[in-house]
């Protein structure tokens, strides 16, 4: 079946640590992925996209995320998490074309400690 | 740097009566969404709007929901009867063309 996984529940990192965030689709061409954070709340803000070309995209806030194609994957990464970082982040794609509807994962939620 | 926004924020109704959701989507953008959040799951595609009609809708999407661009600003979702299995948040996001951006959201309530 088509779908977007986000395999962890629930991160729990200390200020400073390297974040990665996983995230993996399943359909049958590479589609549009995408990164949103959700503080408590609050809207989905972007953080990056992917359509084509490098594979590793910058975001903001210090965010990457690395497309591979071979696993299927889009993961987020942070080198040094902020306690502002607390939030929860979805993986979402377009499969259509690029104005088409968006399939959300079902998050991951990230907590900080100090 | 242009937003979308949505009001009311929150909304409190009771089941059965007719509620109105409004988005104001970015002024340039031609493509629109609504989206929900039931509390603790994940957000759903409920419809998207271009051109003045609807582009896709999905099954929560039923004859109970509509939409609306009522004037050159405004992004409607009216919901006729309220269930209480409707009580979520729900988004907007506009397009101009690739990237979606969503609104900060409208918590409704059933009772």
């Known amino acids: 079946a088509q779908s977007v996984t986000q395999p962890d529940i629930h991160i729990t990192v200390s200020e400073g640590a390297s974040l990665e965030l996983r995230c993996n689709y399943s359909y049958g061409a590479t589609p549009y992925l995408f990164w949103y954070v959700q503080s408590p709340g609050q809207g989905l803000q972007l953080l990056l996209k992917y359509f084509s070309g490098d594979t590793l995209v910058q975001g903001i806030k210090g965010f990457e995320a690395e497309f591979k194609r071979s696993q299927s994957s889009f993961n987020l990464r942070k080198p040094s998490v902020h306690w502002s970082d607390a939030a929860e982040y979805f993986c979402a794609v377009a499969l259509g074309d690029n104005t088409d509807k968006l399939i959300f994962g079902t998050g991951t939620r990230l907590q900080v400690f100090p | 740097e242009p937003e979308v926004t949505q009001t009311p924020s929150h909304q409190v109704t009771q089941m059965g009566q007719e509620v109105i959701l409004r988005c104001v989507p970015i002024s340039n953008h031609l493509y629109f969404y609504w989206y929900r959040q039931i509390l603790g799951q994940k957000v759903e595609f409920l419809v998207s709007?271009?051109?003045?009609?609807?582009?896709?809708k999905s099954e929560i999407f039923d004859d109970q929901f509509s939409v609306e661009r009522p004037d050159g600003s405004n992004f409607t979702l009216k919901i006729r009867s309220t269930k209480l299995e409707d009580s979520a948040m729900y988004f907007c996001?506009?397009?101009?063309?690739?990237?979606?951006?969503f609104g900060p959201g409208t918590r409704l309530l059933v009772l």
């Open positions: 996001a506009s397009a101009v063309q690739e990237t979606q951006y």
């Open positions: 709007f271009y051109n003045n009609e609807i582009s896709e």
